[in-house]
Every structure is written in C-alpha cells, then in structure tokens.
C-alpha cells in the first residue's frame, strides 16, 4: 500500500504522509481505520523508524490520525478540511509530475488513476 523514492527531492517522512492524506481523501482509508506499526512499516519500505515515527507525529499534529499507547495509530474521525484536500491535492500534483518525468502521458497518468480508483472501490 505504501512505497517510497529514495531519489526524490521530497523528503521519505513527506512522502509518507502525502500517501496517507491521499488513501484518506480518496476513502481507501476510512475513519478508525489502523495503519501499520511504525516498525512494520519501517521494515516493509527499507527505512529508518523515525522516519516513519516523523510521518506519524506530523500527522497527528495535523489530526489526521490518533495515536493510542500500546494499541497502535489510527485516522481519526474527521470530515475533509481544506489543508487536508489542499495536501491531497498537492500529493496528487507530485505523482503527476512524477509520472511525467518517468514518460507517461497524461492520457495515460488518468487511465491509471481511474483504474486505480476503480480498484479502490471494489475492494
């Protein structure tokens, strides 16, 4: 569900949270729902546990999701401020020009997001 670019300019605690805001904004991830432990995490994407900790914290901060001790982080109960959409849609901007660079056209980038999307929905 997560991956990361150790070759991008934007920060791997950043692009962390950016996936986060966006599977919240496009409702693959609901209210209550669980993320993974910092340290799970952390092993899946070959990084540092701060890194994921920094993510976390950030998005805690931003009340995007609460943390409770010994059980884990959760997304918290909340309805799409703007900072939330405005992060999402900086996230999806990012991706964009990310694909971009890598030759996609944009025809191509928005075939992927509906099919993206479309498998979200199904799930």
């Known amino acids: ?8 300019k934007q920060p791997i605690y950043q692009q962390i949270m950016d996936q ?3 599977l919240v904004s496009t409702g ?3 209210s ?3 993320l993974p432990s910092i340290r799970d995490l952390a092993m899946s994407l070959g990084i540092n546990p701060n890194t994921v900790a920094r993510a976390y914290t950030e998005l805690e901060l931003r009340g995007v999701i609460d943390t409770i001790p010994k059980k884990g982080a959760f ?9 939330i959409k ?7 901007a ?4 990310s694909y971009r660079k890598l030759g996609l056209s944009a025809e191509e980038i928005r075939s992927l997001a509906e099919e993206a ?3 979200a929905e199904n799930q």
């Not at 569900?1 to 991008?8: E, L, P």
């Not at 997304?75 to 799409?80: C, E, K, P, R």
Request: charged share 20%; proline share 0%; aromatic share 8%.
């Open 1 to 8: 569900m997560f991956s990361v670019d150790a070759r991008s």
């Open 20 to 22: 986060i805001v966006l």
């Open 28 to 30: 693959v991830l609901n």
């Open 32 to 34: 209550g729902e669980q």
């Open 75 to 83: 997304i918290a109960d909340i309805s799409l401020t703007k900072e």
């Open 86 to 92: 405005a992060e999402a849609r900086t996230a999806l």
């Open 94 to 97: 990012d991706l964009f020009t």
């Open 117 to 119: 999307f479309s498998h």
